[in-house]
């Protein structure tokens, strides 16, 4: 079986696609990934044979030289796209959202190819609502989807966000070791996602720094690119016990310590945090359609995490909640416990039959 699997730029989607690409070849399937050229030098990626890197532009809805340009990227795009599926010919393409997945999707509908997406989020993004007409099955990473696609139930099917097999819970001495960290301390993760976030990294060091009992911090702080020499520097001269990267491959070192994680809310964050029964504070990022707000409302109903908008951040809202989940440890036992409440899907093992099942 020949499966073509496509995706945007950015980690909430490729994580999921690289998870069930891992699946299917356990399956004896022949795997293509298609991902815009962009994502070439990826470090979530490694060289590989069976990905291959298309032309690839976001386009607005103005007619300056930059949407122009892109326009042409997109043609291109779509030409490489339509003789990838000419020379590959797939059995099944699988989409995971972006504008970037529509042109390839809509050659696959037209040469009469099975076609699944997966949505990742609560409220579906442009491409997916557009495609979700046209494909044979649409994969949800949330039940309330279904209440913005409007979809029968014989095409809808409730999946779950894959995740790639080595996220599971470490043992918490080894974890701590990795870091070199102490056993007895209270450990906070930080993360923006794939790209970082600036506002996030930055009221996160000021409220972090200013906590009382800051002597029994442990701190993993993922950056991104941007912020790395300067979170660096500054935990530095703060004096407390952190590590800072820039981007982490082993994030399952980081959750299998975590005791409270500060993070944004995007799809695969959300997944794992369900997958690891973290309690955590949701700072959403407040624009793309209130996508992240509605994931972390989710785990805010179920009782497992906070959240801040972003408008209302500051440090020292953000120290008045790390401070009071520091001092009242059974309400961090609750957040933990609400999970149980919440049966986590294997996404890549229900996502990999549905797609087998259309050959």
């Known amino acids: 079986m020949r499966i073509l699997l496509v995706t945007g730029s950015s980690g909430g989607h490729i994580f999921p696609a690289l998870a069930l690409m891992d699946r299917l070849k356990a399956s004896c399937a022949d795997v293509l990934m298609v991902l815009p050229k962009s994502n070439s030098n990826n470090k979530i990626l490694v060289e590989s044979e069976q990905i291959k890197y298309i032309q690839a532009a976001n386009l607005g809805f103005n007619l300056g030289s930059k949407n122009i340009g892109g326009v042409y990227f997109s043609l291109m795009g ?4 339509l003789r990838t599926i000419i020379k590959f010919k797939p059995d099944v393409v699988v989409g995971f959202g972006s504008l970037h997945t529509v042109a390839l999707l809509f050659w696959a509908w037209l040469f009469r190819i099975k076609t699944v997406i997966h949505e990742q989020n609560v409220i579906p993004g442009r491409a997916n609502r557009l495609l979700a007409r046209f494909v044979d099955k649409v994969a949800v990473s949330f039940a309330q989807t279904n209440d913005y696609l409007k979809l029968s139930r014989e095409k809808i099917i409730l999946t779950g966000n894959p995740m790639r ?19 007895g301390k209270f450990n906070v993760l930080i993360t923006g996602g794939s790209q970082g976030a600036h506002k996030l990294n930055t009221v996160c060091f000021a409220a972090l720094s200013g906590c009382n009992g800051e002597n029994d911090l442990q701190l993993v702080h ?6 790395f020499m300067l979170l660096k520097q500054t935990y530095a001269q703060a004096g407390i016990a952190h590590k800072v990267f820039d981007f982490l491959p082993g994030i ?3 959750y299998s310590i975590a005791d409270l994680v500060i993070c944004r809310a995007g799809a695969m964050t959300i997944a794992e945090l369900q997958r690891f029964s973290l309690p955590a504070i949701l700072i959403p990022y407040p624009f793309a359609y209130a996508h992240q707000f509605n994931n972390a409302r989710v785990l805010e ?17 953000l120290r008045d909640k790390i401070q009071d989940l520091m001092e009242n440890p ?3 036992k609750a957040m933990r416990q609400a999970y149980s409440e919440n049966n986590v899907l294997n996404a890549v093992e229900l996502l990999a039959n549905e797609v087998l099942k259309l050959n």
């Not at 097999?165 to 056993?183: M, P, Q």
């Not at 109903?301 to 809202?317: P, R, V, Y």
Request: aromatic share 10%; no cysteine; hydrophobic share 40%.
């Open 330 to 332: 059974q309400k961090l």
């Open 78 to 81: 779509a030409w490489e796209g």
């Open 301 to 317: 109903n179920l009782g497992s995490a906070l959240i801040i908008q972003e408008e209302e951040l500051s440090a020292g809202k």
């Open 165 to 183: 097999k080595d996220l599971v819970r470490l043992n918490r001495k080894e974890a701590l070791d990795f870091f070199d960290f102490k056993e």
């Open 222 to 227: 993922i950056s991104g690119v941007q912020d």
């Open 252 to 254: 399952q070192y980081a």
